[in-house]
């Protein structure tokens, strides 16, 4: 036996971290919090690397764009062209605080409409694989991020913060196959849910056969997750599956903003702390309902 | 031993780094190379023991905690391809990059679909869609593209120890007290 055992030690061995794989796979689902400690982990460790590589970028373009090439065209051109070189710098410095702007201003109009005030943060990095779909922020807990806080750029739902630590969050986007938000069709008011699936566009799962849903319809959050502001676009309707035996409709979904591109998010307090308010108004309102009943009643009598 | 899984390691932060940054900063929405797939590649070629697939299983769940999703599915994936690697050790001659390459696009795309299925059986299988195996090829591909480089690299630090530069080790497997069935 224990000669079995040591000439196939390394076939034993894959089986069992197979195994003990699977194993993790399931706690990890059971426990979401779980990836997320060993992501906080790896975050604390990499995000420095990463902030220095996301201001780095900038700077090396700046070296490479204005000294090396200018030192060749300084020796060739006259003085007029190296001006007008040093305008177009400035013009396409202009064009891009233009589009920094253009953000801000859109997150902020975001804000106002929403009511709320965010946290902006600008994405450092990306999922170092190609179909789980996450990225890391330059914001964490010390500024007032926790996890659980729902993502938005401009105009559209983003993601989900999943692990935070000191300065830096995990987040995952719709995309990702673990993402679900509960939506509804702008148009119909057709209730679904809405999945990501590794890919790039979104599947709305659930909607009856008999609702009506259309190709360009918005597709908006419902709320009633408790985590999604209501009523924030997640995407238009690209595609609609109504050939199928199932019972439902299969919906898919192009996000409402491009999440290969994301440089600046917006992160926002999930609509539980609302709720919560919300309910307690409406407790206060039957409260004082019901005291008007009584003070009625005894003006009757 | 702990030398080389300490270099191991650096290599595979180093490598998800880049994944995460340069790649996906400067070519969004394309495939990057797995660069954790290239040092398991290695790590077949170095260490074929026990020891060995434990390090690959180390390196797979580092990829998993930079996703920060899900624990297991890369780990899976990672000891696959080192088993795979470390079965066709003793049938392939890996002398030229190509062979090289070849065997790192069989390895990748092996992880990639061990690391779906895991996937696709707790969250359902959409996850397989075309786009996914038009991605799961891509990367492959940067990934092979790549294997004749780390490689390289990994041949010229003393932690990797020195190659003959085959993949197969001139040494029968069977004469080192170690055996795969089949």
Redesign the interface.
Known sequence: MSGFISRNSLFLSSVALMIVSFQLMSSSIRNPELPGAGAKLLNSLVSPVQKIHRESVGGIDGIWSKYVWLQGVQEKQSDLESQIKILQEKNSALIEFEHENRRLRSLLGFTERLGKVGIPANVIARDPSNWLKTISLDKGASDGITRGMPLVDGHALVGLTTAVSGDSSKVQLLTDPNSAIDALVQSSRAPGVVEGNGSELLVMRYVEKDEDVKIGDRIIASGLDMVYPKGTLIGVVTAVDTQSNSLFHQVEVKPGVNLDYLESVLVVEPVAEERVEVLDLKGRASEVREGVGEVEGEVTE | MTKSVLYYLLFA?TG??I????F??NF??I??P?F?LLLVLCLAQRF???A???IA?GL?????????????????GS??A??LL?YLSDKVFAEKGLALCCLAFVASTLK?FT??L??GS??GL??L?W??FT??F??ALFTALFAPFVFWLTQQRGGAGKSSGHFSSIEPRAQR?????G
């Not at chain 2, 797979?60 to 899976?76: I, N, V, W, Y």
């Not at chain 2, 007290?177 to 069935?181: D, E, H, I, K, Q």
Request: proline share 5%; charged share 10%.
């Open positions: 932060m998800l780094l994944q995460s940054t340069v996906r900063d969004p929405g495939a990057a797995d954790v074929q023991n026990t060995g697939v434990f299983f797979g769940l580092l990829g998993d905690f930079a996703s920060g999703q899900f624990l297991g599915p890369f780990a899976a000891v696959a080192y088993s470390v990639s690391s779906l895991m996937i707790y969250r959409t996850v869609s786009s996914t991605s799961v891509a990367e007290g170690v055996r795969w069935p």
